[in-house]
Every structure is written in structure tokens, then in C-alpha cells.
């Protein structure tokens, strides 16, 4: 069974890419995380700016995950959920990739 997962890409008001991910991201569904970013990463490249990964509305993510940001490492900057900034630091992702937390939810 594929986990749910949301991908969107869009261009924020700045005119920044962002590709925004919500779900989770694990081995049922990293093919399609993987296309998305080879697809927004390229579209990003082609201007010669850098991706925003939006996780800021994913609570988890398996290693497969972290190895399609690695790969993407010289092209993308993280905006991750709080939960997140844990692995990420351990992963050593953050030394690799601008990476902030996303700003706490308002209720």
C-alpha cells in the first residue's frame, strides 16, 4: 500500500521555485518524490536558481528519502518540518544543503 503523499511545484510571489511535499516519504512512494524533484530541480537549473524542498508538512521520511535529497544536494535548499531537523542534522544532510525549520503551525 503507497503512503499518501502530496507533491506540488509551484512559483511563489518571490519567483522561487518551490517544490512542497506533504505526507510522508517513504519506499512506497519515493518514485514518485524522485520524479518531482528531478523534474522541479531541472526546471530550476534552467534558470540558474536553486530549488526550495518545501517538508515543512512532513513528519517522516525514510532513507530512501534522505538519499534523493543527497543526490540533489548541490541544487536544493530545505525549508523541514521540526521533526525532521533531528535526522536531518544526524544524516549530515544540513552540513550538504541549506537547510531552516519550518515556522511552528499556528492553531
Known amino acids: 500500500m503507497t503512503t ?3 507533491l506540488d511545484t509551484a512559483r511563489r510571489n518571490d519567483g522561487n521555485l518551490v517544490l512542497t511535499a506533504a505526507g510522508e516519504i517513504d519506499l512506497s512512494n519515493i518514485d514518485a518524490f524522485n ?3 528531478t523534474a522541479a530541480t531541472t526546471q530550476a537549473g534552467g534558470s540558474g536558481e536553486t530549488l526550495t524542498v518545501d517538508l515543512s ?10 538519499n534523493a535529497l543527497f543526490a540533489r544536494a548541490d541544487d536544493i535548499r530545505l525549508v523541514a518540518h521540526p521533526l525532521l531537523m533531528p535526522i536531518l542534522n544526524i544524516s549530515g544532510l544540513t ?7 519550518a515556522p511552528p503551525a499556528e492553531h
Do not use: K, N
Open 95 to 101: 552540513e550538504l544543503v541549506a537547510t531552516e525549520p
Open 35 to 37: 520524479q518531482a524533484l
Open 57 to 66: 508538512a512532513v513528519e517522516y521520511l525514510d532513507s530512501a528519502a534522505i
Open 4 to 6: 499518501p503523499l502530496t
